[in-house]
């Protein structure tokens, strides 16, 4: 079908993303290993000089920057929750894209437990969330999720290598759909089925433009 010959032609590989320097590297590094250890630190801990460095490097960041929330694509891709090279938040962690498929290594720490050890479900959804809607750029075409149904088989663990795998079962005019799971050591930890709804470029920036005018 058309639709397959599109996606059999695309590229394999993901979004181009704007370089990151090297003291920005480090800044988002140190910030990642702050966001671990700060775990360890007992809520009745009390340390002026400690609160007084963060609040000095919150003055220092908020004075270099230069960019408002709607940003080129190239810069928004580094601030992606889950992967974005510029977000502390997000674990290292590097897709990697084949024809119809794509996966990827992580390791969530401390800060993103929920049950004792485990990883947070809805950490577990996003990661899904985001793994099998990042398949769209395999069929180079603007997308949003319609549904995602997820099954948590068993605890996700902290500091544990894992992988998330995603892959195009079906590809249709109008949407495609998605299945992918989270392993650890062989054994699958939490599996989606996701529905996504392609847009042509028009619809989808009014949409995007709707979200932005109620972040302003």
Same mark, same amino acid.
Not at 1 to 29: F, H
Not at 123 to 146: P, S
Not at 167 to 181: N, T
Not at 200 to 209: G, H, I, R
């Given at each position: 079908?058309?639709?397959?010959?599109?996606?059999?032609?695309?590229?394999?590989?993901?979004?181009?993303?704007?370089?990151?320097?090297?003291?920005?590297?480090?800044?988002?590094?140190?910030?990642?290993?702050?966001?671990?250890?700060?775990?360890?630190?007992?809520?009745?801990?009390?340390?002026?000089?400690?609160?007084?460095?963060?609040?000095?490097?919150?003055?220092?960041?908020?004075?270099?920057?230069?960019?408002?929330?709607?940003?080129?694509?190239?810069?928004?891709?580094?601030?992606?929750?889950?992967?974005?090279?510029?977000?502390?938040?997000?674990?290292?962690?590097?897709?990697?894209?084949?024809?119809?498929?794509?996966?990827?290594?992580?390791?969530?720490?401390?800060?993103?437990? +929920?049950?004792?050890?485990?990883?947070?479900?809805?950490?577990?959804? %996003? *990661?899904?969330? @985001? $793994?099998?809607?990042?398949? /769209?750029?395999?069929?180079?075409?603007?997308?949003?999720?319609?549904?995602?149904?997820?099954?948590?088989?068993?605890?996700?663990?902290?500091?544990?290598?894992?992988?998330?795998?995603?892959?195009?079962?079906?590809?249709?005019?109008?949407?495609?759909?998605?299945?992918?799971?989270?392993?650890?050591?062989?054994?699958?930890?939490?599996?989606?089925? +996701?529905?996504?709804?392609?847009?042509?470029?028009?619809?989808?920036? %009014? *949409?995007?433009? @709707? $979200?932005?005018?109620?972040? /302003?």
């Amino acid at each position: 079908c058309k639709e397959c010959t599109r996606l059999m032609t695309s590229s394999t590989q993901g979004p181009d993303v704007a370089p990151v320097s090297s003291t920005m590297q480090r800044t988002v590094e140190a910030l990642r290993r702050t966001m671990k250890a700060i775990y360890h630190v007992h809520p009745e801990h009390d340390s002026e000089d400690i609160a007084s460095i963060a609040e000095q490097l919150e003055k220092e960041i908020v004075a270099a920057g230069t960019m408002g929330l709607g940003q080129p694509s190239l810069e928004r891709h580094t601030r992606n929750p889950l992967n974005g090279a510029m977000n502390p938040m997000a674990p290292p962690m590097t897709f990697e894209y084949g024809e119809k498929s794509i996966s990827a290594k992580v390791r969530f720490h401390e800060g993103y437990q +929920g049950p004792p050890a485990c990883v947070h479900g809805g950490i577990v959804a %996003a *990661l899904l969330d @985001d $793994a099998l809607g990042r398949t /769209r750029h395999l069929t180079g075409r603007n997308c949003v999720t319609g549904s995602l149904n997820i099954s948590y088989k068993r605890p996700t663990p902290l500091n544990a290598d894992l992988l998330v795998n995603a892959r195009i079962d079906e590809i249709h005019e109008r949407k495609f759909i998605v299945s992918g799971e989270i392993t650890y050591d062989g054994e699958v930890t939490a599996s989606a089925i +996701g529905v996504f709804v392609f847009l042509d470029t028009e619809k989808f920036n %009014a *949409l995007v433009s @709707d $979200a932005r005018s109620a972040s /302003r």
